[in-house]
């Protein structure tokens, strides 16, 4: 079985985020960068489903070189190869034209089953697996809780509001975009590291594929106005404590 | 301007999120249609304008392939300038695949307009990005909560049937609830819950310890109910509850929207958070920079010797 998974890198999401000089993104000095989390959940499952009926596991990811090192954390949690499609522009790219491109290498491929996050974290869009789906003219089911495959056929879970689960099937080819909390994904241990070391990492250029036009434009980013009203405690655990307990005794009454 | 906005319909009832969409096309001045994949036979959303309905009983709940068919049908007749979906499984499962057939810019998780153009956040809230589609058409979703009227719409909608032949790649087998029970979290008149900040489930206690000495409920973000530190009748946001306590403390949540959604409307609000910049810091009446870990069992302490 050929199987596919797309990660992104993301920076840490506690991280201090600046705007850039054109104002239309975040500045991506100084950041700690690290793999997309629901993107965890989609390569455990991934390395799971090869566990279970045997398979080729390729990740790709399109970005800059820096992704290589979150590429190589997924190559030591179990895939078999990964590809980097080395576009140090990507983040400025709509979901669509990152769609597009993954399209572009996994069409003539055959890959039976593809594994995408739900969303991104630093974008958020939840798009591109859905729109990758579309553009392979496979079945795609989002927000998956829970998977199953017997037989040709994936059985799922999908995250409804309020609690409530859908169970879908569909038989393969299919792409599903997973949803935190779907699995636990493993650490890399140590000598799973090492023989990452060796798995095969093809760069492909950006360019060397076809290149759509975005359909969206930036504008600007910004920072949220921070909410007025709002008050900060600092210092010591012992003065915060007594600050806000007075708070709690004047603003509410739960300690009446 | 024309919007189509496409309803909802699950479990057998028209959910009342069309409400919202209406209030978003009615901030941007748009004439609004609307699409809905329901039963006509029992109930259909009220509003004043062109409803396109396909049968339920034909084309099932879920059936993403036939719904994105029969909904290109129907901005084949309208010529919207834009579609709107909420950001919800069923919007955002859909958009894309419109998006793709009409080649038309998606725009996810709107949660407000200016000048026309739309505001979406990034990074899990922390910043801002102001987006606008480049073609005729616009594909948006709104984040849930985002845009309200105060009273459902009313009126009766001028129905246009949408049918075709239709097929599609997966099948719904039916659907499961929350096993809630035990613990009521929505009538709890105080909440100290925990998010992944708290590091490790032996620290849940703290959390715990201060919600005791409060008299009220612990509760916690999806990342500690996933990693099955606490039961999931206590998560509090869009896919778990919504609550609205006197006293709502955040320890170690990062303020992610789909957990504001479900405690925003909690009277008084207060973070505890080493990171002064989480987003949590929008609907906090107090934000205690500080690390849970020393600050909690200290005032637990003063609290209990009150
Ligand atoms: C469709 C969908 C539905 C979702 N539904 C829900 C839902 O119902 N409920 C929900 O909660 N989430 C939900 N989520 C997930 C949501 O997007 C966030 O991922 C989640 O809320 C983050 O949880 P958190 O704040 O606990 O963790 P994080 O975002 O990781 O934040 C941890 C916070 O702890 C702080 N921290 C770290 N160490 C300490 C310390 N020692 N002391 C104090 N602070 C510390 C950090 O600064 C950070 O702000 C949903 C997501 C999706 C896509
Ligand atoms: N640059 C990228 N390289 C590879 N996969 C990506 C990239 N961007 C997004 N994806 C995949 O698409 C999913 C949804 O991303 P998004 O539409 O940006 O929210 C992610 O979880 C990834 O699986």
């Not at chain 2, 006509?40 to 392939?65: H, I, K």
């Not at chain 2, 739309?118 to 589609?133: D, M, Q, S, Y």
Request: aromatic share 6%; with cysteine; hydrophobic share 45%.
């Amino acid at each position: 079985m050929k199987l596919l998974v797309c990660i992104k890198q993301v920076p840490d999401m506690e991280s201090k985020f600046r705007i850039d000089a054109d104002g239309v993104w975040y500045d991506r000095g100084d950041l700690a960068w690290r793999m997309n989390e629901y993107d965890e959940y989609a390569v455990e499952q991934a390395v799971r489903q090869k566990e279970q009926a045997g398979g080729d596991v390729t990740v790709l990811c399109i970005g800059s070189d820096q992704v290589k090192e979150t590429m190589k954390k997924a190559l030591a949690m179990g895939c078999d190869r990964g590809v980097h499609i080395a576009d140090s522009h990507s983040y400025m790219k709509d979901p669509y034209q990152i769609a597009a491109m993954i399209a572009e290498f996994a069409r003539d491929k055959g890959f039976d089953i593809i594994f995408t996050g739900m969303q991104s974290q630093d974008r958020g869009s939840g798009q591109v697996g859905v729109m990758l789906a579309e553009l392979l003219d496979m079945a795609a089911i989002t927000t998956i809780v829970d998977y199953t495959y017997d037989n040709g056929s994936v059985v799922v879970q999908r995250e409804l509001e309020g609690g409530v689960k859908a169970k879908v099937k569909a038989a393969l080819p299919v792409l599903v975009t997973c949803q935190l909390g779907l699995n636990t994904p493993r650490y890399p241990t140590l000598p799973n590291i090492m023989k990452a070391k060796k798995k095969e990492l093809l760069t492909i250029e950006a360019k060397m594929l076809q290149s759509t036009d975005s359909m969206q434009k930036t504008v600007k980013m910004a920072l949220p106005e921070k909410r007025v009203g709002g008050l900060f405690l600092e210092g010591e655990p012992d003065s915060i404590a007594d600050r806000l307990i007075a708070i709690l005794k004047e603003k509410t009454s739960v300690l009446a | 301007m024309k919007a189509l906005l496409v309803a909802e319909y699950r479990q057998g009832k028209v959910q009342e999120s069309y409400a919202e969409l209406m209030a978003f096309s009615g901030i941007l001045g748009a004439e609004s249609s609307m699409f809905i994949v329901a039963d006509s036979t029992v109930a259909l959303p009220r509003f004043q304008g062109t409803l396109y309905v396909a049968e339920v009983s034909r084309y099932d709940e879920y059936n993403p392939e036939a719904h994105k068919s029969l909904l290109l049908d129907a901005i084949a007749q309208e010529k919207p300038d834009m579609v709107v979906f909420c950001h919800s499984s069923y919007g955002w499962d859909l958009a894309p695949r419109i998006a793709v057939r009409e080649k038309a810019a998606q725009i996810s998780e709107v949660i407000a307009v200016e000048d026309g153009k739309f505001i979406v956040p990034a990074c899990n809230g922390k910043l801002r990005r102001t987006l606008t589609g480049k073609g005729l058409l616009t594909v948006v979703t709104i984040q849930a909560g985002a845009f309200s009227l105060d009273n459902l719409p009313d009126g009766i909608p001028n129905v246009v049937p949408v049918v075709g032949d239709y097929e599609g790649m997966a099948t719904l087998l039916g659907y499961e609830e929350a096993k809630l029970g035990g613990v009521d979290l929505t009538r709890a008149e105080v909440i100290i819950s925990a998010g992944r900040g708290v590091g490790k489930p032996e620290n849940i206690v703290m959390v715990e310890g201060l919600a005791k000495a409060l008299k009220g409920e612990y509760g916690a973000s999806r990342p500690v109910v996933d990693a099955e530190w606490v039961t999931h009748n206590r998560q509090v946001g869009t896919t778990g509850l919504t609550v609205s306590p006197k006293l709502y403390v955040a320890c170690g949540i990062s303020g992610a929207v789909q957990h504001l959604a479900g405690m925003k409307k909690s009277e008084f609000v207060v973070a505890i958070n080493t990171d002064r910049d989480a987003p949590i810091g929008e609907v906090a009446d107090v934000f205690a920079v500080a690390d849970l870990k020393q600050l909690l069992p200290v005032l637990t302490d003063k609290i209990m010797a009150l």
